[in-house]
């Protein structure tokens, strides 16, 4: 069965100090892996997608990578306003409905 | 990035009322728009997969019914949820795919409250 797992599930971190968010996946046929933050009451917002093991992308102080079993979403520095749910959700097989599979999130908090 | 909008925001109704969720792609066209349901401090649940010109795709255990979709257009699909139960109260968020992109692209939601 397809299975997407996050942990941690709550992560607490002072402002600046470094850390990562892990999503292993257990899929047939990965096609992609997304990576999502949610801010209380808003809808996800896009932040990666990444398609083969070794792949990396970076945008401010995020960077996603993943391997063939697991991502990470590696966070440098953060600031208060890092603060969110973070989201990980894969495509996999030869279906193209788009659909997608989810984790159940990493609640992330910056202390200033 | 794409924009997705929903409109309302928030709806409080009566139970046994029906209420109505739009999903507009702002700046695309989308032939297909997802339908999440979220709970709080819970992950999204797909409910429907929206196909513009057809029915939708309904995932177990959702009832046909009682959330009716409607994808009229590329740019509109419709939840309405029917006679409306406190327990039918969540946060409904839609997704759409651009096309020739993987990434889904988010409205900001709807939180529906049934007193």
């Known amino acids: 069965e397809d299975q997407v797992t996050q942990s941690p599930e709550a992560l607490r971190l002072q402002e600046g100090e470094s850390s990562s968010l892990n999503c292993s996946y257990t899929?047939?046929?990965?096609?992609?892996l997304f990576w999502y933050r949610q801010d209380p009451g808003k809808g996800p917002e896009f932040l990666f997608t990444?398609?083969?093991?070794?792949e990396e992308k970076e945008k401010e102080r995020l960077k996603a990578t993943l391997t063939k079993k697991e991502s990470f979403l590696h966070i440098t520095a953060p600031k208060p306003e890092d603060s969110a749910t973070y989201l990980c959700a894969v495509q996999a097989g030869e279906d193209s409905n788009y659909q997608l599979i989810w984790g159940a999130g990493t609640k992330l908090i910056i202390k200033p | 990035g794409a924009v997705v909008s929903q409109h309302p925001s928030r709806v409080i109704c009566k139970s046994g009322t029906s209420v109505k969720i739009e999903c507009r792609s702002l700046d695309f066209q989308a032939t297909t728009m997802f339908w999440y349901r979220q709970f709080p401090k819970k992950s999204l649940m797909l409910m429907a997969t929206?196909?513009?010109?057809?029915?939708?795709?309904?995932e177990q255990g959702v009832e046909k019914d009682k959330f009716l979709i409607n994808h009229a257009s590329l740019t509109l699909s419709t939840l309405t949820v029917t006679s409306a139960h406190p327990e039918d109260s969540s946060f409904y968020i839609c997704s759409a795919p651009t096309s020739g992109s993987d990434e889904q692209y988010f409205g900001p939601g709807t939180r529906l409250t049934v007193t």
């Open positions: 899929v047939s046929g990965l096609r992609g």
């Open positions: 929206s196909n513009e010109g057809s029915k939708a795709t309904y």
């Open positions: 990444l398609y083969s093991a070794g």
